[in-house]
């Protein structure tokens, strides 16, 4: 039947697979791979799983490269979300997604639907989700367009996590001109669960029945995964129907119903329909477990009439579950979904053979390998070249700069700089308390989320600069690991795994493509240093308009663990007397940082590389101090430098500092420099003596720079003033600006 | 004694109310699903916070017309004790158990922050163990929370005493700084005129323990519990 099908439509086709996205040579694959010319609703098939989003054909050879395994790993990368043991019989389920190309034409489904995506694939393996973190970029909120995507975007992020009761606990938002056009909206999400509950993508057991749960299935989303995979231009806004739109209310009750079901051992295998909607979900079951599926298209409950077979295979509605169901557990899933007042539809079962075959009106429309669709598609191995800016850029010298003249307006500046000013008016929008878990919310280095369970904690951050991974791929992926890594360690946790998010230019540009290959070797050699593995990820590629590339941004997500839930660290300084002590290296550079940007206008020089055995050492002595409770204060120094981290430590503590730095530095680098591997502490005077030995011991330089006290972050440097502002001087400058831009 | 949690289509608050009550206070406590027809044996029955149907039509809307709001209007009739909580305060409204509404905060965003609430009347079940103009530190997190009372209505609240608390800055003075969502007369929450029925926006149950930075919210919790201790005594002897 397919095949005289396929016959009938060959000549007709007119190389229609170009229009579907795929390369002429992409084609001739699945001609080979099925033994025939695909008919039409097959080709649909094999256009939206070869898609980039889909088949990772440009980067699979390159992510090889990512330590994926530890003995905490349960599930690595190729899984719904990565799965670490945290102890107790409990394990961590986490993952980070993009949803850019949505969000940059309709912000607040965009967002929306990333969020509810992105919880899909924790619970499908059978989590209960417990926080979303968020990584954000948008061109400068200086225009009517930037502040509506802003807007758009966080209302969204808000709109769909507090409707589901999931706390957004952390996060970033970083303005470029180069995101303008292209903003980038990356959604974490981080969930727990017994170890014995795990449940896999899998279309196990012949005769089992395949489920439809949820939404009913409508026309918005076709395709969306192939918009996902072109460059953006002026013609995109025409792909607003590609956008899906969330329904967040129905995702709580799924989310509820599917908990329960997996509690209950009800169900076989759990899979999320999300991007390339039904032909993803059955044809990636199928083939993780070697097993065929006859699927009745006539069954899937549709919001209107008329759909089109293609169109229900390849539709990305949101909020739906397939579920792989032993007969004799049905009736239990029906009644679950019944109190959850859930349409649940048998649509077909699981058979022998490796075939995913499709009826509609009792006709055979598609009859495909799954291997070969879910698989089949081709790893690239591109070109790269090293761009031409590369060199022209790190050959700047920021040290050719005059010096400051008025070093204290310099911070205020910073401080109320977009990327470092408060991200309050972004957060409030947030709930971050429900679930009453929170024990540290946005704002500190990460968020830290009691396990009610275990009294032990995780902490989680997200962290990557574009900024500083253009001027350098390589160094920016090893920063990405290493700072995220870093935030998790000043909240006194080890780092067990992280998850990434891969946002760059497009990968048949060779500039792109070697932006992308150095990024990702920098991030598996930190990885590899650090020993934290990779259990997940996404890459989205092709973010530019009109030839215009983003900044390569590799956002990293870590989770780490903390032992006792009680014993964590903020950023703020709590106690009058005690001293600050900078801890890590001294080497910092101007080269892109926050000063060069803000003060003048320039992204460009070398950026501090990082020791990653230091960083190693580093993260593992602050993880000791917390846990033995001898710092009062732990913050990560980053953006802006010394001089910001301080003003942070003290506007979060609501205590002033006053800091003597010796005369040998030069203070405008001291102060405003920017380099990996250090944190500021503030400790009682008694625990002293012992930081200081342990810091020797671990072989990580500690310099006692002042003490915490009075009302103004009060600078010197050899003796002469350099900076004197006071807290609600620096407060005003940090906290107002946001709230006042965006009204 | 036994406190009851409803759980609508959408709740979300229902696990933080339910811990609270069994791991903080260590009281009975039972989760009423929203289809019953009948509540059950219970002293005080919570409303949690949540996105009940969604808010698709209005806040609370719906949940107000589930089967178990028959059965709560019985409990509430015959003098048992109900707490609404954020959504559950505006689904209260909805059902006609608390007069006024709650409507879209005025900055027409959703807010989550740590706010400061003064008690003006200590004399109900719920708020027995605090002294009148007490300041407590509690986050709210809502969108549609700002409570709308007309003229005739406000003088009546104030007249009986049912307004229960009003959003006030660090040291208890009424401000439109303090006041999160721009409602009237920086009402925070009422009780019904016979004083057995609270809704309040800000979050009790989300300040219970020091570890999320405030106990504030506890004061609710032990009044009520000194309340049927009390009645218990009374009761026996």
């Not at chain 1, 949803?99 to 393996?125: F, W």
């Not at chain 1, 059978?126 to 400068?140: D, E, K, T, V, W």
């Not at chain 1, 899933?333 to 109190?339: K, P, Q």
């Not at chain 2, 608390?98 to 400061?116: E, I």
């Amino acid at each position: 039947m397919a095949e005289r099908d396929s016959k009938n439509n060959a000549g007709r086709q007119d190389k229609i697979w170009r229009k579907l996205g795929l390369k002429d040579f992409e084609y001739a694959m699945i001609v080979d791979q099925l033994g025939r010319e695909p008919n039409p609703v097959e080709l649909n098939m094999y256009s939206v799983m070869w898609s980039e989003h889909c088949s990772y054909k440009h980067s699979r050879s390159s992510l090889k490269l990512f330590p994926t395994e530890s003995p905490r790993v349960v599930q690595g990368p190729g899984e719904n979300a990565g799965v670490v043991d945290i102890g107790d019989g409990y394990a961590a389920v986490f993952k980070i997604e993009s949803h850019n190309h949505p969000s940059a034409v309709e912000p607040y489904q965009g967002a929306a639907t990333g969020v509810g995506g992105i919880l899909r694939d924790i619970y499908t393996m059978g989590a209960q989700p417990i926080a979303f973190l968020n990584s954000l970029r948008f061109g400068p909120p200086d225009n009517d367009r930037g502040r509506y995507l802003l807007r758009g975007v966080v209302a969204g992020i808000g709109g769909y996590g507090n409707c589901v009761g999931i706390p957004t606990v952390g996060g970033e938002v970083y303005f470029e001109p180069c995101y303008r056009g292209n903003p980038l909206v990356n959604a974490m999400c981080v969930g727990v669960m017994p170890l014995e509950r795990l449940v896999l993508g899998q279309a196990c057991g012949e005769g089992n029945l395949v489920v439809l749960a949820g939404a009913r299935t409508g026309r918005d989303g076709i395709h969306g995964v192939t918009f996902a995979s072109e460059e953006l231009s002026e013609q995109s806004e025409k792909d607003r129907p590609a956008v899906q739109v969330g329904d967040p209310f129905l995702g709580k009750l799924l989310i509820d119903a599917t908990l329960e079901a997996v509690e209950k051992k009800l169900v076989q295998g759990v899979q999320d329909l999300g991007g390339a909607g039904l032909t993803c979900a059955l044809t990636e079951t199928a083939s993780r477990a070697g097993t065929g599926l006859e699927i009745d298209l006539d069954k899937v409950p549709l919001r209107e009439e008329g759909l089109e077979p293609f169109e229900i295979l390849t539709s990305e509605s949101q909020e739906r579950m397939l579920f792989i169901v032993e007969p004799e557990h049905l009736s239990g899933l029906e009644d679950i979904f019944r109190h959850w007042q859930l349409p649940l539809t048998v649509l077909g079962r699981v058979t022998k053979g490796r075939l995913v075959r499709i009826f509609y009106r009792g006709e055979i429309v598609a009859e495909v390998p799954a291997e070969s669709v879910a698989g089949g598609a081709p790893a690239y191995e591109p070109e790269g070249r090293e761009p031409d800016y590369y060199r022209e850029l790190s050959s700047f010298d920021p040290l050719s700069l005059p010096p400051l003249k008025d070093p204290g307006r310099v911070l205020l500046n910073l401080l109320s700089s977009p990327d470092i000013a408060s991200k309050e008016w972004v957060w409030q929008q947030y709930d971050y308390m429900v679930r009453t878990c929170t024990l540290q919310g946005p704002g500190g280095d990460a968020a830290v989320i009691r396990l009610r369970e275990s009294g032990k904690a995780l902490a989680v951050a997200v962290d990557g600069s574009g900024r500083l991974t253009y001027l350098d791929p390589y160094l920016g992926g090893m920063l990405a690991v290493a700072e995220a890594t870093r935030n998790v360690s000043c909240c006194g946790a080890e780092p067990i795994g992280i998850t990434d998010c891969l946002n760059f230019g497009n990968p048949e540009k060779p500039a792109a493509f070697w932006q992308f290959r150095r990024a990702v070797e920098g991030m598996a050699e930190a990885c590899r240093v650090l020993e934290v593995p990779v259990v997940g990820g996404n890459v989205s590629f092709y973010n530019e308009v009109e030839d215009e590339a983003i900044y390569p941004t590799p956002v990293v997500g870590a989770v780490g663990l903390l032992e006792d839930a009680g014993r964590h660290c903020g950023p703020g300084f709590k106690e009058e007397g005690d001293a600050i002590c900078l801890l890590g290296p001294e080497e910092v550079s101007l080269g892109g940082s926050q000063l060069l940007k803000v003060v003048h206008g320039r992204v460009a020089g070398r950026p501090a590389g990082i020791d990653l055995g230091m960083e190693k050492k580093v993260q593992a002595l602050l993880c000791r101090l917390v846990a033995r409770g001898l710092v009062s204060s732990v913050h990560d120094l980053s953006e802006g430098g010394l001089a910001v981290s301080l003003a942070e430590s003290c506007m979060a503590g609501g205590r002033g500092a006053v800091i003597e730095l010796p005369l040998s530095t030069d203070p405008d680098l001291a102060l405003f420099g920017e380099g990996p591997s250090r944190a500021i502490l503030s400790l009682p005077e008694k625990n002293r003596d012992q930081v200081i030995e342990m810091a020797e011991e671990a072989g990580v330089e500690l310099r006692v720079i002042g003490r915490v006290g009075g009302d103004a972050l009060d600078i010197c440097c050899g003796g002469g003033r350099f900076l004197k502002l006071r807290l609600d001087e620096m407060k005003k400058a940090f906290e107002e600006v946001f709230s006042w831009m965006m009204s | 004694m036994k406190f009851g949690v409803i759980v609508f289509p959408g709740s979300n608050c229902d696990l933080d109310a339910y811990h609270l009550v069994r791991d903080v206070l260590k009281r009975d406590v039972e989760y009423i699903g929203y289809d019953r027809r009948k509540l059950g044996n219970f002293d005080v029955v919570i409303l949690p916070g949540g996105f009940t149907y969604g808010d698709y039509l209005r806040s609370g809307a719906l949940a107000a017309r589930t089967p178990v709001i028959e059965a709560l209007a019985g409990f509430a009739n015959s003098g048992g004790l109900v707490l609404g909580i954020c959504n559950g305060f505006q689904v209260l409204t909805e059902a006609g158990l608390l007069p006024g509404a709650l409507c879209r905060n005025d900055s027409l965003q959703f807010r989550c922050r740590q706010v400061y609430v003064r008690v003006e009347t200590n004399t109900l079940a719920f708020t027995g163990k605090a002294k009148n103009g007490d300041v407590l530190k509690m986050p709210v997190a809502h969108g549609d929370g700002s409570y709308y009372a007309p003229p005739e209505l406000l003088r009546d609240l104030d007249d009986n005493g049912q307004v229960v608390f009003r959003y006030v800055d660090r040291d208890g003075r009424i401000s439109e700084a303090a006041n999160p969502n721009g409602s009237t007369a920086n009402i925070a929450g009422i009780a019904n005129r016979r004083g057995n029925v609270v809704g309040l926006m800000p979050h009790p149950e989300r300040a219970g323990e020091r570890a999320l930075g405030s106990v504030d919210g506890l004061v609710l919790f032990r009044s009520l519990i000194g309340h049927l201790q009390d009645r218990e005594v009374a009761g026996n002897g």
